[in-house]
């Protein structure tokens, strides 16, 4: 019986993913199996990968000709995982060794859903730990409680997904919205932690994460960077009947929006244009009290307020 699936998806990783992959051969156990998707790659990764087929024991490797994007290569490696329990690696990080049999034996001596827990920030040779938002730790928490309060960085704003342990039954929860090219895991961990019956927060740093990588999405600036506006459209449709989540949803995107306009000089003057009117257009979909209500801070303020419909902020202004 295998205790644990460990998904990575890769794409153009070649320069990475031997760190990846001898990570975890470092932690490969005889119950353990790796599924490893290949998204598309047009550099040597599937070599690399192929290379370590004699050396990572349980090891699967799957192929896409055409790149589906992180989410789709995330759901086929989840629709081949036969273990009790499933994590996340992508190909340019790496796990310190034990790390996963340390996340089973946090998951499986607190009997919840899942197990969220810090990491390491990695740029160049400077290492970070970011911690998990949620303070108290080792102690099996109802989902819900990690997504407030408002004006704090709760679990919903740490949506990593290869930051935890998660139970396989979980099923269709576990799924990311496959149509996304980036911002997948927001409506993913919106969903976890209102659908799922319970979690915890462990004090376990055991995944390294490269800030910074030349091709990774976050250093792009192109039109897959529209999906962040889908992926928040999906959380407002989960929240939008629920008073007590609906302003933390728009704060989070008010939030990350001011964020996205703040590195605006890697768009194109095309892409930039379709970015801010679809920032508008979403902005005009909310309740103008929930916008001015964000508690954004006066200069990240200043970036939206041109994006705002004048005539419903008419009587509710920003900071």
Not at 4 to 20: F, Q, T
Not at 99 to 116: H, M, Q
Not at 230 to 237: I, R, T
Request: net charge negative.
């Amino acid at each position: 019986m295998i205790t644990l699936s460990v998904v990575v998806p890769v794409r153009d990783v070649e320069p990475y993913i031997a760190d990846a992959l001898t990570s975890l051969v470092r932690n490969a156990r005889a119950d353990f199996e790796f599924i490893v998707v290949d998204d598309g790659s047009a550099d040597e990764t599937p070599e690399v990968v192929e290379d370590f087929r004699g050396e990572l024991p349980g090891l699967t490797v799957l192929r896409n000709t055409v790149a589906a994007g992180l989410a789709d290569a995330r759901n086929l490696g989840l629709s081949l995982a036969s273990g009790r329990y499933v994590t996340f690696l992508d190909g340019d990080d790496w796990v310190a060794p034990g790390y996963l049999s340390k996340l089973v034996e946090a998951i499986d001596g607190l009997g919840c859903d899942f197990v969220r827990v810090d990491h390491v920030q990695v740029e160049g040779r400077k290492r970070t730990l970011n911690r998990a938002p949620e303070h108290r730790r080792g102690v099996v928490l109802p989902p819900r409680d990690g997504i407030l309060p408002l004006n704090t960085k709760t679990m919903v704003d740490y949506p990593y997904a290869w930051a935890g342990i998660y139970r396989r039954s979980l099923g269709d929860l576990l799924t990311f919205p496959g149509h996304l090219h980036t911002a997948e895991d927001r409506p993913w961990i919106w969903r976890l932690h209102r659908e799922a019956r319970s979690f915890a927060a462990v004090s376990l740093a055991g995944v390294f994460y490269r800030r910074l990588v030349p091709n990774s999405l976050t250093q792009i600036g192109d039109a897959r960077q529209l999906h962040f506006f889908d992926a928040f459209e999906l959380v407002f449709a989960q929240v939008r009947d629920e008073d007590d989540l609906m302003p933390k949803a728009v704060r989070s995107f008010c939030a990350l929006l001011a964020h996205h306009l703040e590195l605006s000089d890697r768009y194109s003057p095309e892409l930039l244009r379709r970015f801010t009117a679809r920032a508008s257009e979403v902005l005009a979909s909310l309740p103008p009290a929930l916008v001015a209500g964000s508690g954004l801070e006066q200069e990240r303020a200043e970036l939206l307020r041109p994006l705002l419909p004048h005539d419903a902020y008419a009587e509710v202004r920003l900071p």
